[in-house]
Nanobody, 127 residues
């Protein structure tokens, strides 16, 4: 079993930056992808970005491309989401997710492809 713990959320003004962290514990991460999703009140959960663990290839939603960057620290089993030039529409609860590395992986933007989810961290961007 893998536990995911996010941290780094908070309140920031538009144009500001935040860095979220997602630490995986329980066992060494052996999945294909670690992803970030977000959900705003009254809206469906949406894909933000993901990183392929073996190659460090990254994937981003169009809405965050050029503003958000995903990176990882293999030794610490931790993934980071660096968010810059934040906008009020980025306000949401942010969740990290990981798959279990079994079978054929789904596209990293597909939430059903992930087996483990963190509890979420709130990001609020004020005008």
């Amino acid at each position: 079993q893998v536990q995911l713990v996010e941290s780094g959320g908070g309140l920031v003004q538009a144009g500001g930056s935040l860095r979220l962290s997602c630490a995986a514990s329980g066992r060494s991460f052996a999945g294909y992808f670690m992803g970030w999703f977000r959900q705003a009140p009254g809206k469906e959960r949406e894909f933000v970005g993901a990183i392929r663990w073996s190659s460090s290839t990254t994937y981003y939603a169009d809405s965050v491309k050029g503003r958000f960057t995903i990176s990882k620290d293999n030794a610490k089993n931790t993934v980071f989401l660096q968010m810059s030039n934040l906008k009020p529409e980025d306000t949401a609860s942010y969740y990290c997710a990981a798959d279990n590395g079994m079978g054929t992986p789904k596209h990293p933007s597909t939430s059903s492809g992930y087996n483990y989810w963190g509890q979420g961290t709130q990001v609020t961007v004020s005008t």
